[in-house]
T-cell receptor, first 114, second 115 residues
Framework: GNSVTQMEGPVTLSEEAFLTINCTYTATGYPSLFWYVQYPGEGLQLLLK?????DKGSNKGFEATYRKETTSFHLEKGSVQVSDSAVYFCALSDRGSTLGRLYFGRGTQLTVWP | EAGVTQFPSHSVIEKGQTVTLRCDPI?????LYWYRRVMGKEIKFLLH????????ESGMPNNRFLAERTGGTYSTLKVQPAELEDSGVYFCASSLRAAGGYEQFFGPGTRLTVL
């Protein structure tokens, strides 16, 4: 089946620290991969995505590379800011499906201190 | 352009009562999804509408949950009767296309607490 495993939180960092949130997946087909972010009091927003192996998604200084050989899609940012404090969700969808449902990980709470 | 909206933002009910959640998708989005996050766990798919038709309801936990999308616009999710394990955050999302890879736009969620 399809599933996503992401590192347990919470993650607490100082401003300007380097961030990595690990995400691995299992998929029956060929998935598209996503990172969603939920800021306090808001809905989930798409942060970045990658639709095929070796693609790199990037947005707002965050990056993640689709690694088929390791079935991973780790999220990284070189220098976090207080405003990056949020819950981050890794997700996949089956590209071969016409249904588009998303499979999510458990979410990782990130808190950045000034 | 207005985003996905959900109502209410919070609901606290007692076990055995009925609750109805509402979702208004982005105008023109035929695809509407419901998801649920139980405390500390992953966000799980509940069901998917294309216009007014249920395309995939494989994630609905049991027959106490009833989803409708009359006229292919807004959707409601009714829980009757509510149980303690139904507590969680219910998210609605909409998208222009259903195929994997297209962005789903999420609402802020409804936090349901069953006492």
């Amino acid at each position: 089946g399809n599933s996503v495993t992401q590192m347990e939180g919470p993650v607490t960092l100082s401003e300007e620290a380097f961030l990595t949130i690990n995400c691995t997946y299992t998929a029956t087909g060929y998935p598209s991969l996503f990172w969603y972010v939920q800021y306090p009091g808001e809905g989930l927003q798409l942060l970045l995505k990658a639709t095929k192996a070796d693609d790199k998604g990037s947005n707002k200084g965050f990056e993640a590379t689709y690694r088929k050989e390791t079935t991973s899609f780790h999220l990284e940012k070189g220098s976090v800011q207080v405003s990056d404090s949020a819950v981050y969700f890794c997700a996949l969808s089956d590209r071969g499906s016409t249904l588009g449902r998303l499979y999510f990980g458990r979410g990782t709470q990130l808190t950045v201190w000034p | 352009e207005a985003g996905v909206t959900q109502f209410p933002s919070h609901s606290v009910i007692e076990k055995g009562q009925t609750v109805t959640l509402r979702c208004d998708p982005i105008s023109g989005h035929d695809n509407l999804y419901w998801y649920r996050r139980v405390m500390g766990k992953e966000i799980k798919f509940l069901l998917h509408f294309v216009k007014e038709s249920k395309q995939d309801e494989s994630g609905m936990p049991n027959n106490r949950f009833l989803a409708e999308r009359t006229g292919g616009t807004y959707s409601t999710l009714k829980v009757q009767p509510a149980e303690l394990e139904d507590s969680g955050v219910y998210f609605c999302a909409s998208s222009l296309r259903a195929a994997g890879g297209y962005e789903q736009f999420f609402g802020p969620g409804t936090r349901l607490t069953v006492l």
